[in-house]
């Protein structure tokens, strides 16, 4: 299995697998059509702010990677938020998550990392605990 940058040949795969990411319930929101292809234009064309990562085992994309840029005054450091991390299923349990975050720890070694998960998703919250994930005791709200 390889971590690879996301670029445009990845696109329609990417765009098909966020459409399952975000209507399963592992995520709160549908998201759309058009937030999905400008997420990936973002990734794939050097933002600033978004990065994009496919995971590959051959000619095969497993799944995908989308992390964000910020800085939390709170901790006082740059933060990187890991915004999707998503696995066909037929490529869970194979140790990708946990691979591309120790990835994510050699690639940003000294910056904060930040993940949003639904309660529900059990599966997911074990993955990141045991990859040193803590719970925060947050109330998320936003403004559009």
């Known amino acids: ?12 795969q990417v765009l ?5 990411f975000y209507a399963s319930p592992a995520v709160l929101s ?24 496919v995971f590959t085992e051959g000619n095969e994309l497993l799944g995908y990677a989308m992390l964000a840029k910020s800085f ?9 938020w890991i915004e999707d991390l998503y696995m066909k299923p037929e490529s869970r349990d194979k140790g990708i998550g946990t691979k591309f975050f120790a990835f994510v720890d050699e690639l940003y070694p ?33 403004k559009e």
């Open 110 to 142: 000294d910056y904060l990392k930040r993940l949003e998960a639904e309660e529900e998703n059990e599966r997911a919250i074990h993955v990141y605990k045991k990859c040193g994930f803590e719970i925060l005791p947050y109330v998320e709200m936003k």
């Open 72 to 80: 939390s005054t709170e901790f006082g450091k740059p933060c990187i």
């Open 30 to 53: 549908n998201g759309s059509e058009e937030i999905f292809r400008n997420d990936i234009e973002n990734c794939i064309n050097d933002s600033p702010y978004l990065e994009g990562y």
């Open 1 to 12: 299995m390889e971590i690879r940058k996301m670029t445009g040949e990845h696109a329609k």
């Open 16 to 20: 098909e697998m966020m459409q399952v």
